[in-house]
C-alpha cells in the first residue's frame, strides 16, 4: 500500500493502493509506519505523492460502511494518529498531489509544509457535507489555517471542489506543474530545504506549526467527536450509500 525510494537526503511516499488509494484501516496504518520510518532513517526531507491522475480519493467509504460503532472508532482513531503524525513530523513534508484529491486526500495534503498540485482537469476540496458527514473541528480547524476562515466557511458549508488554479489562488496549494513533473516538482522544494541548517530548520519549523499541532493535539481522542458522532446517522448514512450506488453505475 505504500512505496518508498530516496533520492539523497529525500524520502519519497507513494501511496500505492489501488485503485483510488483509499483510507481504510490498513492504509492509514501503512502511512502512519512509514511516516515513523522517515523520522528513524536517515532522511531530511519528505515528499507525499500519489499515482498519476490520483493523490487520494479519501475514505474507503464502501469498505467503511460495514463496520458497526466498535469498528469505526478503531478507524477514526487511526485517522486522527496520521494525522498528529503529519502535524508533529519533525522533517520538512512536500506534497505531490498528482491528480484529484478529493475530502481525506485534501486533508492529508493540507498537514503538508507545501503543496505542488498537477495542472488539468483535476480537483481537491473538502466534499464531505455534500455526502452527509460533518468534517469537525479540526479539519475546518486545519482548512481555516490554510485559507482564512471566510474561504473554510464557505468552501466546507458549501463542499465546492477547486480546480487547480482555484485552489493555487488561495493558498490550498502553493504550486502547480505539468502532471509528469508534479512529483519533481515537490522533491526539488523538499531537497532545497533538506541543505538547509538541521537544528535551525526543526526549529523554526516547530514554531511556525505549534498551531496546526494543538488544533489536532487532541483530535479523535473524545468520544463524542462530531465525525464519530455522524457517522451513523440516518441521513449520512443514506447519502454515503447513495454515493456508493452512482459510483457502481
Same mark, same amino acid.
Given at each position: 500500500?505504500?512505496?518508498?525510494?530516496?533520492?539523497?537526503?529525500?524520502?519519497?511516499?507513494?501511496?500505492?493502493?489501488?485503485?483510488?488509494?483509499?483510507?481504510?484501516?490498513?492504509?492509514?496504518?501503512?502511512?502512519?509506519?512509514?511516516?515513523? !520510518?522517515?523520522?528513524?532513517?536517515?532522511?531530511?526531507?519528505?515528499?507525499?505523492?500519489?499515482?498519476?491522475?490520483?493523490?487520494?480519493?479519501?475514505?474507503?467509504?464502501?469498505?467503511?460502511?460495514?463496520?458497526?460503532?466498535?469498528?469505526?472508532? @478503531?478507524?477514526?482513531?487511526?485517522?486522527?494518529?496520521?494525522?498528529?503524525?503529519?502535524?508533529?513530523?519533525?522533517?520538512?513534508?512536500?506534497?505531490?498531489?498528482?491528480?484529484?484529491?478529493?475530502?481525506?486526500?485534501?486533508?492529508?495534503?493540507?498537514?503538508?509544509?507545501?503543496? @505542488?498540485?498537477?495542472?488539468? $482537469?483535476?480537483?481537491?476540496?473538502?466534499?464531505?457535507?455534500?455526502?452527509?458527514?460533518?468534517?469537525?473541528?479540526?479539519?475546518?480547524?486545519?482548512?481555516?489555517?490554510?485559507?482564512?476562515?471566510?474561504?473554510?466557511?464557505?468552501?466546507?458549508?458549501?463542499?465546492?471542489?477547486?480546480?487547480?488554479?482555484?485552489?493555487? $489562488?488561495?493558498?490550498?496549494?502553493?504550486?502547480?506543474?505539468?502532471?509528469?513533473? @508534479?512529483?519533481?516538482?515537490?522533491?526539488?522544494?523538499?531537497?532545497?530545504?533538506?541543505?538547509?541548517?538541521?537544528?535551525?530548520?526543526?526549529?523554526?519549523?516547530?514554531?511556525?506549526?505549534?498551531?496546526?499541532?494543538?488544533?489536532?493535539?487532541? $483530535?479523535?481522542?473524545? @468520544?463524542?467527536?462530531?465525525?464519530?458522532?455522524?457517522?451513523?446517522?440516518?441521513?449520512?448514512?443514506?447519502?454515503?450509500? !447513495?454515493?456508493?450506488?452512482?459510483?457502481?453505475?
Amino acid at each position: 500500500m505504500i512505496e518508498t525510494r530516496s533520492i539523497g537526503d529525500v524520502l519519497e511516499i507513494r501511496l500505492a493502493r489501488p485503485p483510488v488509494n483509499a483510507f481504510n484501516d490498513a492504509m492509514l496504518a501503512a502511512i502512519r509506519d512509514a511516516l515513523a !520510518a522517515a523520522t528513524r532513517g536517515p532522511a531530511r526531507a519528505l515528499v507525499v505523492s500519489g499515482r498519476p491522475g490520483m493523490f487520494s480519493a479519501g475514505l474507503d467509504v464502501p469498505s467503511l460502511l460495514a463496520k458497526n460503532p466498535a469498528e469505526m472508532h @478503531v478507524f477514526w482513531r487511526l485517522f486522527f494518529d496520521v494525522q498528529r503524525q503529519l502535524a508533529s513530523c519533525p522533517l520538512p513534508i512536500a506534497c505531490a498531489i498528482t491528480g484529484h484529491s478529493p475530502a481525506g486526500g485534501a486533508v492529508l495534503a493540507m498537514y503538508c509544509d507545501y503543496r @505542488v498540485m498537477a495542472q488539468g $482537469a483535476f480537483k481537491i476540496g473538502l466534499n464531505e457535507v455534500a455526502v452527509g458527514i460533518h468534517p469537525g473541528p479540526v479539519i475546518y480547524g486545519v482548512l481555516r489555517r490554510v485559507v482564512g476562515a471566510r474561504r473554510a466557511e464557505l468552501l466546507l458549508a458549501s463542499a465546492r471542489m477547486l480546480t487547480p488554479d482555484e485552489a493555487l $489562488a488561495i493558498g490550498l496549494v502553493d504550486e502547480l506543474a505539468a502532471p509528469e513533473e @508534479v512529483v519533481d516538482r515537490a522533491i526539488a522544494w523538499a531537497q532545497n530545504l533538506a541543505r538547509l541548517p538541521a537544528a535551525a530548520l526543526a526549529a523554526t519549523r516547530a514554531l511556525a506549526r505549534a498551531d496546526l499541532i494543538e488544533i489536532v493535539r487532541t $483530535a479523535g481522542v473524545e @468520544v463524542e467527536d462530531p465525525l464519530e458522532r455522524h457517522w451513523f446517522e440516518p441521513e449520512t448514512q443514506a447519502a454515503l450509500r !447513495a454515493m456508493v450506488a452512482r459510483l457502481k453505475k
